[in-house]
T-cell receptor, first 116, second 112 residues
Framework: AQTVTQSQPEMSVQEAETVTLSCTYDTSENNYYLFWYKQPPSRQMILVIRQEAYKQQNATENRFSVNFQKAAKSFSLKISDSQLGDTAMYFCAFPAGGTSYGKLTFGQGTILTVHP | DAMVIQNPRYQVTQFGKPVTLSCSQTLNHNVMYWYQQKSSQAPKLLFHYYDKDFNNEADTPDNFQSRRPNTSFCFLDIRSPGLGDAAMYLC???????????FGAGTRLSVL
């Protein structure tokens, strides 16, 4: 079974500081995507960043970057210069069955609170 | 500009009274998904369409059905809502299977 584990149910960080959210997964696939989604309170779920497993270079999107360790099956999200608007629930996800099937397997989520 | 639009944002229904939630997309994506999300939990996939091909998750109750009359629209029908069906329902689209998904803002369903 393909699983995704986020071991931090809640985290908090001070504004302008850096925080890292962890994610581990299990798959027998070799080629797949990994995603981090952000869901602010009562708002739409949006894609934060994506990583293609065959790329060794870690993905970066402005203040968001990942540390992708394929052998360890680890995919952590680093948020630099945290802002109040980063307060949200964050989900790590990847498509079950690699790239050939549409179902996203989600982690349990991490609630991130950014304090002023 | 909203790309995945869900209506209504809030829906209240009575126990056992059928309800339909709608989703439309302006992205022309082939794949559309319906998820159920309960408070502080991960979304749970109910079913998805790849074009007109319907794929039901094994643990989706028979009470839940879906229709996709064309590329742009997809509906979630709950035939006899129970109290346990109160949740946020999310629609998502993807250009192809296995790729990232765009989510709508969701419909929050209350069952009285």
């Amino acid at each position: 079974a393909q699983t995704v584990t986020q071991s931090q149910p809640e985290m908090s960080v001070q504004e302008a500081e850096t925080v890292t959210l962890s994610c581990t997964y299990d798959t027998s696939e070799n080629n797949y995507y990994l995603f981090w989604y952000k869901q602010p309170p009562s708002r739409q779920m949006i894609l934060v960043i994506r990583q293609e497993a065959y790329k060794q270079q870690n993905a970066t999107e402005n203040r968001f970057s990942v540390n992708f360790q394929k052998a360890a099956k680890s995919f952590s999200l680093k948020i630099s210069d945290s802002q109040l608007g980063d307060t949200a629930m964050y989900f790590c996800a990847f498509p079950a069955g690699g790239t050939s099937y549409g179902k996203l397997t989600f982690g349990q989520g991490t609630i991130l609170t950014v304090h002023p | 500009d909203a790309m995945v639009i869900q209506n209504p944002r809030y829906q209240v229904t009575q126990f056992g009274k059928p309800v339909t939630l709608s989703c439309s997309q302006t992205l022309n994506h082939n794949v559309m998904y319906w998820y159920q999300q309960k408070s502080s939990q991960a979304p749970k996939l109910l079913f998805h369409y790849y074009d007109k091909d319907f794929n039901n998750e094994a643990d989706t109750p028979d009470n839940f059905q879906s229709r996709r009359p064309n590329t742009s629209f997809c509906f979630l029908d709950i035939r006899s809502p129970g109290l346990g069906d109160a949740a946020m329902y999310l629609c998502a689209t993807s250009i192809r299977q296995g790729y990232f998904q765009y989510f709508g803002a969701g419909t929050r369903l209350s069952v009285l």
